[in-house]
């Protein structure tokens, strides 16, 4: 079965630039997330798009910005990158209904390391 | 508001003996409540869920959970462990009173701060 796909995998940049993180939904999945995971912490949620429009927020900070385009694919663009957005980026995609949860499935991740 | 808390940051079993994780939760409404386990330098994947069908809930890998309303656990088991069960193990709760509000949107998953479970030979 098809999967999250994420991209790049792995992504290195330095202080002040920045990055721009891709994520494909599993197709006929309506609902994106993306979730910051530091180095030995669980996943903090940033930022969800339902059809296409932001959904909700969490903490995602001013710097970072995202958006859902027409084909459902999500990017997440940071700028004036930190040494602490070093982490672990995931994305998840989910159906959505009004009267029940379905469960999010993740892609493998973007590894960003700002040096 | 919901929390999850996982009440050890490590377990160590050996081969073959059973697997305890243990999590409570605290939720204004009835939750939707998951496993997802994280290999090495892996991505999230989902173990099992529970969304208020049947308490006892089977997943992948020979591993299930139950859920206990009355002490706002859902614990994870497995009766025989095995070497590649070695992983790092998140309780997640979904705050389902979002489904309840006109126009409420979807919202990020709360995880636990996950349990090292390490597997001896």
């Known amino acids: 079965a098809a999967g999250v796909i994420q991209s790049p995998r792995h992504l290195i940049k330095e202080k002040r630039e920045t990055a721009t993180l891709k994520c494909y939904p599993i197709p006929r999945h309506d609902t994106v997330y993306w979730y910051q995971q530091g180095p030995g912490q669980d996943p903090q949620f940033l930022i969800s798009f339902y059809e296409k429009m932001q959904s909700d927020k969490g903490s995602i900070p001013d710097r970072f910005s995202a958006q859902q385009f027409s084909d459902y694919h999500s990017e997440l663009n940071m700028s004036s990158l930190e040494l602490g957005d070093s982490a672990l980026y995931f994305c998840?995609?989910?159906?959505?209904?009004?009267?029940?949860?379905?469960?999010?499935?993740f892609g493998p991740g973007t590894r960003l390391t700002v040096t | 508001a919901q929390s999850v808390t996982q009440l050890d940051s490590h377990v160590s079993v050996s081969e073959g003996t059973p697997v305890l994780l243990r999590c409570n939760y605290s939720?204004?409404?009835?939750?939707?409540l998951f496993w997802y386990v994280q290999h090495p330098n892996k991505g999230l994947q989902l173990l099992l869920k529970y969304t208020s069908a049947a308490t006892l809930v089977k997943g992948i890998n020979g591993f299930e959970a139950e859920f206990k309303k009355s002490e706002t656990s859902f614990h994870l088991t497995k009766p025989s462990a095995h070497m590649s069960d070695a992983a790092e193990y998140f309780c997640?709760?979904?705050?389902?009173?979002?489904?309840?509000?006109?126009?409420?949107?979807?919202?990020?998953?709360?995880f636990g701060k996950g349990t090292h479970l390490i597997i001896q030979p």
């Open positions: 997640v709760v979904s705050d389902d009173s979002k489904l309840r509000s006109p126009g409420g949107g979807a919202d990020g998953l709360t």
């Open positions: 998840a995609s989910s159906l959505r209904s009004w009267d029940r949860t379905y469960e999010q499935y």
């Open positions: 939720s204004s409404y009835s939750p939707s």
